[in-house]
């Protein structure tokens, strides 16, 4: 059975895909940070269901965590390794502080790079694998007051086209999704005015279900000759 391993996957999107693999038969190793008693209930569920999963918990940002959480794994596992955790800063550039900035930068720039440095020998040695990082379409086209979080997953892009080339020749295959405007937690500092705006802005005319996003991770999972591209799940949002 394949192994995949999502940070991030107590909530929302990262929930998601944890459930959308395990019914589509990989062993699912969910992380979490803070929200230990949703990881452990969505563990459950997915036993319950017939599924295989596991939780361990690592701040991605921080690398003796995911150098903890790594021992705890078998050899070679993962697998796939998909890069969903994240953190959004809504706010003018001006008034953001240090702290609010090294937040941004090191959970959703560093983690990737933890996680993907801390799997790539294991992968490299079975001359297989598979990433996928979740950055945002305004990594591509940024988003006002959202800039030092723009960056941040413009950064998560550059990142996945400089490793496709890196470990293309060893068999892993690296990609990147930039959801656009997903119903998740992450848009609770929105009213219901402002998330109705922004459906009305999408050409499909409405939020995307975190659903949307685990199907392209998916797809990328299970096809061996695509790597280092950059697919917009936004309802046209982009366009
Ligand atoms: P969410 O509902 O807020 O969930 C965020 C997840 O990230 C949680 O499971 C959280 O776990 C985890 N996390 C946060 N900091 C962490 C850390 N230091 N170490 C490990 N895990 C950590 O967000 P979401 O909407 O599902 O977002 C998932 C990804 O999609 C993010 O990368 C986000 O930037 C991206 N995205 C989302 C949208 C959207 O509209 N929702 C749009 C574009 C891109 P704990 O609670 O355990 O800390």
């Given at each position: 059975m394949k192994s995949v391993l999502i940070t991030g996957?107590?909530?929302g999107i990262g929930a998601s895909m944890a459930e959308l693999f395990a019914k589509s038969g990989y062993h699912v190793i969910i992380n979490y940070s803070k929200s230990q008693d949703a990881a452990l209930a969505l563990c459950r569920k997915i036993s319950e269901g017939g599924g295989s999963a596991e939780c361990i918990s690592a701040d991605v940002s921080k690398t003796d965590d995911v150098t903890q959480m790594m021992s705890?794994?078998?050899?070679?596992?993962?697998?796939i390794l998909i890069n969903n955790a994240g953190v959004s800063h809504y706010g003018l550039l001006q008034d953001m502080t240090d702290a609010e900035y090294d937040r941004v930068m090191s959970i959703n720039v560093k983690g990737t790079f933890n996680l993907c440095r801390a799997v790539l020998p294991r992968m490299i040695s079975k001359k297989a694998g598979c990433i996928i990082n979740i950055s945002s379409i305004w990594g591509r086209r940024g988003g006002a007051c959202e800039t030092v979080y723009s960056a941040s997953k413009a950064a998560v892009i550059g990142l996945t086209l400089a490793l496709a080339k890196e470990v293309g020749p060893s068999g892993i295959t690296v990609n990147c999704i930039c959801p656009g405007v997903i119903g998740t937690d992450m848009l609770s500092s929105f009213s219901e005015e402002e998330k109705a705006a922004l459906a009305g802005d999408t050409p499909l005319m409405r939020l995307g279900l975190p659903h949307d996003v685990a199907a392209a991770a998916i797809f990328f999972a299970e096809?061996?000759?695509?790597?280092g591209q950059i697919l917009d799940v936004s309802g046209g949002f982009s366009l």
């Open positions: 996957a107590s909530r705890k794994l078998p050899a070679f596992s993962p697998d096809n061996r000759f695509i790597t």
